[in-house]
Structure formats: C-alpha cells, structure tokens
C-alpha cells in the first residue's frame, strides 16, 4: 500500500510562486508515474502535470505550459511541482497521484494512489 501525503499550499497573491510538493510511503516510489491534478470549486478534477517513472518523460496542460514544472527525487521518494507565475484561476485544491508502472498519463482514472490534497489560493 502506498501513501501520499501532499504539501506546499497556500495563499499567494497573482504572478507569486509556490514548490508543492508530494512525499510517498511505501511501496517502490521509482517505478511510480506521478501527476498533479486539480479541482477548483464547482469544476471537475483536471489534470495539470505528469512525470515518467524515470523522470525522461513529462506531459503538461495547455493551461500550464510554460509556468509550471514537474519533477522528482527517487532517492527522497518525493515529486514536485514547481509553480510560477500565479493565476486567480490556478485557484484549487491540487492533488498528487501515483501509477505504478505508468508512463505519465493525463487520465486521472489511469492512477491507483491519491494524496490528500493540498490548497492552493491565488488571490488577485
């Protein structure tokens, strides 16, 4: 069984920055896709960012490119979204997830593990 556990949130006001960041227990975090989704209130979940299990291979939302990084650390068992250039809209609640043996797929129902979520507020 694996574990996530999500942090990094927060309010910050447009065009600030925020590093979220996803810690996973058990299991073998290495050969874990991992994503980042979020829902904003009243909105779906939608998919933000994915990373390959080695890290070679990572997948944005047009949404997102450009101000958003996905990255990884497979000693620390820990993977990152680096956000940048703050939008209202970018206001949600992100979530990491994991897919064992995955290539980073931008279909949420493609991840077996799910963090808990973490708040992020952008306020204008």
């Known amino acids: 069984q694996v574990q996530l556990v999500d942090s990094g949130g927060g309010l910050v006001q447009a065009g600030g920055s925020l590093r979220l960041s996803c810690a996973a227990f058990g299991g073998t975090f290495s050969i874990y896709a991992m994503a980042w989704f979020r829902q904003a209130p009243g909105k779906e979940r939608e998919f933000v960012a994915a990373i390959s299990w080695t890290g070679a291979s990572t997948y944005y939302a047009d949404s997102v490119k450009g101000r958003f990084t996905i990255s990884r650390d497979n000693y620390k068992n820990r993977a990152y979204l680096q956000i940048n250039s703050l939008k209202p809209d970018d206001t949600a609640v992100y979530y990491c997830?994991?897919?064992?043996?995955?290539?980073?797929?931008?279909?949420?129902?493609?991840?077996?593990?799910w963090g808990q979520g973490t708040q992020v507020t952008i306020s204008s």
């Open positions: 997830a994991a897919d064992p043996g995955g290539y980073g797929s931008t279909w949420s129902q493609e991840y077996d593990y």
